[in-house]
């Protein structure tokens, strides 16, 4: 392709990338025919000329960012306004249909009321605690202390949910919200600083025989080798608990009931028990993967065991005080666990008795294990096996009605329909392949794009109801994808409503009014690096989808989406990550006729 144009057309933008290259400003780099080098991309190239020939634009025919970032290289300043009209008029910040929420970066905590928290001061690596309540003006403090964290408060790094509660996560931080059907959401608690930063938060909204009444909520961080245990009211008064130590750092952290569970790979589960309010560590195999069924803890570990803990009961060796872990089952290869899920059947009782786990392997191996009534007394007998990864599996989901697994492969799924008859899984026919596709994530590499226990891609959902994937395809982007996690359909995608990065996303079902006949409805948090927290609303997406197309049907190719608006096609997001093969460099010739200059662009393959 070759294009010519004047040099008055390519200088009357002053002060411009062609203006400072002609003018000799700028160091160039010439071939045998004076041809100027210039690496970027030169299929944007045309856009760029014909509006510095003509001052128009045509944003259908073009991708807007793409273009708008190439505008920005060359300093054509008229072209970048009208482009950000362009993308203005496709957005708005009150969001589309399913924008359910804003929740602006917290400040300070004037207006929360009475807050009681405890000053943490670090020495080393020893902790000393020192508790005080601090008081919002007008309600007679005794101690006037700036309590919250500044307005410059960072990104989001972590959402968790559990009921109708949110707790998100900062730098060095934690904020609670509380959501109201009269009020909706509302902040009702901050931690104070700490001064690492938090790798993992839990949240209990519905805590039965606390510290301060069964109203009591319980949220804790894990900073480092410490977690960190609040009690929080539900007018926002807080007490810290204590401040407990695992030894290494803790690499998940989450409640079982009222008891708070910190667990590593390194073979290391430390325990609160809300009863006794005490907290033991327990040295145990290395652990990599872990799941919960009803009280009971259930570990997949390196040497291809799967152990249950019944934290509820601890402890029970009286004679060591250690906690009683019993081995359910051992692979047949004894290939570690890599990833672990449980399904209690609608029959299943707290005794352990009919219970399903899938678990995945780091060969690749994914098996079912099955224990019904007819086999108690000799353990969980092995159901089925898939041998369909050649990476390990990272994530595992035994549904009512699917078998989802995902390797390692830039997030491989596999899919199966499950039988079941009566509640329980059956043979026949037994579960049948459904799928295959991938969830690609990039990684990011700097640190900028959150914190990876905040951006899990799932699956998320109830295990009787559809289940989503959520994909963030590249670290530095205000989009996100939602999926079915059966057959990997679009729902919808989501863009920030101010156009912020996202840092941190999670899913999570709040309940319903108290009216009759209202329903729990699913949302999706998405933190952003500004410090907001923005709301969609999933069961709208789930409905409208549902419309059109949302029967699980295999998938043989890749899908056009659901939502109209929606254009996700394997060019796009190649051209998203960066990846896709990559146009030649620009070649300028500089040539004189008839007293004037031209500039010629080819492609040179």
Same mark, same amino acid.
């Given at each position: 392709?070759?294009?010519?144009?004047?040099?008055?057309?390519?200088?009357?933008?002053?002060?411009?990338?062609? #203006?400072?290259?002609?003018?000799?400003?700028i160091?160039?780099?010439?071939?045998?025919?004076?041809?100027?080098?210039?690496?970027?991309?030169? #299929?944007?190239?045309?856009?760029?000329l014909?509006?510095?020939?003509?001052?128009?634009?045509h944003?259908? #025919?073009?991708?807007?960012?793409m273009?708008?970032?190439e505008?920005?290289?060359?300093?054509?300043?008229?072209?970048?306004?009208?482009?950000?009209?362009?993308?203005?008029?496709?957005?708005?910040?009150?969001?589309?249909?399913?924008?359910?929420?804003?929740?602006?970066?917290?400040?300070?905590?004037?207006?929360?009321?009475?807050l009681?928290?405890?000053?943490?001061?670090r020495?080393?690596?020893?902790?000393?605690?020192?508790t005080?309540?601090?008081?919002?003006?007008?309600?007679?403090?005794?101690?006037?202390v700036?309590?919250?964290?500044?307005?410059?408060?960072?990104?989001?790094?972590?959402?968790?949910?559990?009921?109708? /509660?949110i707790? +998100?996560a900062?730098?060095?931080?934690?904020v609670?919200?509380?959501?109201?059907?009269?009020?909706? /959401?509302?902040?009702?608690?901050t931690?104070?600083?700490?001064?690492w930063?938090?790798d993992?938060?839990?949240?209990n909204?519905k805590?039965?025989?606390?510290?301060?009444?069964?109203?009591d909520k319980?949220?804790?961080v894990?900073s480092?080798?410490?977690i960190?245990?609040?009690?929080i009211?539900?007018d926002?008064?807080g007490?810290?608990?204590?401040?407990?130590?695992?030894?290494?750092?803790?690499?998940?952290?989450?409640?079982v009931?009222?008891q708070?569970?910190?667990?590593?790979?390194?073979?290391?589960?430390g325990?609160?028990?809300?009863?006794?309010?005490?907290w033991?560590n327990?040295?145990?195999v290395?652990?990599?993967?872990?799941?919960?069924?009803?009280?009971?803890?259930?570990?997949?570990?390196?040497n291809?065991?799967?152990?249950?803990?019944?934290?509820?009961?601890?402890?029970?060796?009286?004679k060591?005080?250690?906690?009683?872990?019993?081995?359910?089952y051992?692979?047949?290869?004894?290939?570690?666990?890599?990833?672990?899920?449980?399904?209690l059947?609608?029959?299943?009782s707290?005794s352990?008795? /009919?219970?399903?786990?899938?678990?995945?392997t780091?060969?690749?191996?994914?098996?079912?294990?099955?224990?019904?009534?007819?086999?108690?007394?000799?353990?969980?007998?092995?159901?089925?096996t898939?041998?369909?990864?050649?990476?390990?599996?990272t !994530?595992?989901?035994?549904?009512e009605?699917?078998?989802?697994s995902?390797?390692?492969?830039?997030?491989?799924?596999?899919?199966w329909?499950?039988?079941?008859?009566?509640?329980?899984?059956?043979?026949?026919p037994?579960s049948?392949?459904?799928t295959?596709?991938?969830?690609?994530?990039?990684?990011?590499?700097?640190?900028?794009?959150?914190?990876?226990?905040?951006?899990?891609?799932?699956?998320?959902?109830?295990?009787d109801?559809?289940?989503?994937?959520?994909?963030?395809?590249?670290p530095?982007?205000d !989009?996100?994808?939602?999926?079915?996690s059966?057959?990997?359909?679009?729902?919808?995608?989501?863009?920030?409503?101010?156009?912020?990065?996202?840092?941190?996303?999670?899913?999570?079902e709040?309940?319903?009014?108290?009216?009759?006949?209202?329903?729990?409805?699913?949302?999706?948090?998405?933190?952003?690096?500004?410090?907001?927290v923005q709301?969609?609303?999933?069961?709208t997406?789930?409905?409208?989808?549902?419309? +059109?197309?949302?029967?699980?049907?295999?998938?043989?190719?890749?899908?056009?989406?659901?939502?109209?608006?929606?254009?996700?096609?394997?060019?796009?997001?190649?051209?998203?990550?960066?990846?896709?093969?990559?146009?030649?460099?620009?070649?300028?010739?500089i040539?004189?006729?008839n007293?004037?200059?031209?500039?010629?662009?080819?492609?040179?393959?």
């Open positions: 392709f070759r294009f010519s144009t004047s040099r008055q057309t390519l200088t009357w933008v002053p002060d411009s990338f062609f #203006s400072s290259l002609l003018s000799g400003r160091s160039t780099l010439k071939d045998e025919t004076g041809a100027i080098f210039i690496d970027r991309d030169s #299929s944007l190239f045309a856009s760029i014909n509006f510095l020939r003509t001052k128009e634009l944003p259908r #025919s073009v991708n807007v960012h273009l708008m970032h505008a920005e290289f060359y300093g054509i300043t008229p072209l970048v306004r009208k482009l950000q009209l362009c993308d203005e008029l496709d957005r708005s910040s009150c969001g589309n249909v399913l924008f359910n929420g804003y929740l602006p970066p917290p400040g300070t905590l004037g207006t929360l009321g009475t009681g928290y405890s000053g943490l001061q020495r080393g690596r020893h902790l000393e605690v020192s005080r309540t601090v008081t919002a003006a007008g309600g007679g403090a005794t101690d006037s700036c309590v919250g964290p500044s307005v410059d408060s960072g990104m989001v790094r972590i959402i968790c949910g559990h009921h109708n /509660w707790a +998100v900062y730098a060095q931080f934690v609670c919200y509380r959501v109201k059907e009269s009020s909706g /959401w509302q902040q009702v608690f931690s104070p600083r700490l001064d930063p938090i993992r938060v839990a949240l909204a805590v039965m025989g606390g510290l301060l009444g069964d109203n319980m949220v804790a894990a480092v080798t410490e960190i245990l609040w009690s009211c539900s926002g008064n007490t810290e608990i204590g401040v407990f130590s695992l030894n290494v750092p803790a690499e998940a952290l989450f409640f009931g009222n708070l569970i910190a667990t590593s790979h390194t073979g290391k589960v325990v609160w028990n809300a009863v006794t309010k005490h033991q327990q040295d145990v290395p652990i990599s993967s872990y799941d919960t069924a009803g009280s009971f803890l259930i570990l997949g570990c390196n291809g065991s799967i152990y249950y803990i019944d934290v509820q009961k601890f402890p029970l060796r009286m060591d005080n250690d906690l009683l872990v019993t081995e359910l051992r692979d047949p290869t004894e290939d570690a666990i890599t990833a672990l899920s449980v399904y059947t609608p029959k299943t707290d352990g008795n /009919w219970i399903e786990i899938a678990y995945g780091s060969s690749g191996s994914v098996r079912v294990i099955v224990q019904h009534p007819e086999t108690v007394g000799s353990g969980p007998q092995l159901f089925q898939f041998s369909v990864h050649r990476s390990p599996v !994530k595992i989901m035994l549904s009605k699917h078998l989802i995902v390797c390692a492969d830039n997030n491989h799924v596999r899919t329909t499950v039988t079941r008859f009566r509640g329980m899984i059956s043979t026949q037994g049948t392949p459904l295959s596709f991938k969830i690609l994530s990039l990684d990011p590499v700097d640190g900028h794009g959150g914190c990876g226990a905040g951006t899990e891609i799932g699956p998320y959902g109830e295990r109801d559809q289940q989503v994937f959520i994909q963030r395809v590249v530095d982007t !989009k996100l994808y939602v999926r079915l059966s057959n990997g359909k679009r729902v919808c995608e989501v863009r920030s409503v101010d156009g912020s990065s996202i840092t941190a996303f999670m899913v999570h709040c309940e319903g009014s108290s009216r009759i006949g209202s329903r729990p409805r699913r949302y999706l948090f998405s933190g952003h690096a500004n410090g907001s709301m969609w609303d999933l069961t997406a789930m409905d409208i989808a549902g419309k +059109v197309d949302i029967k699980g049907q295999p998938r043989t190719s890749f899908n056009p989406p659901i939502i109209p608006g929606v254009n996700v096609t394997p060019f796009n997001v190649y051209r998203i990550t960066d990846v896709c093969i990559e146009s030649p460099p620009v070649t300028l010739d040539k004189t006729v007293a004037a200059s031209y500039l010629i662009n080819y492609i040179d393959f």
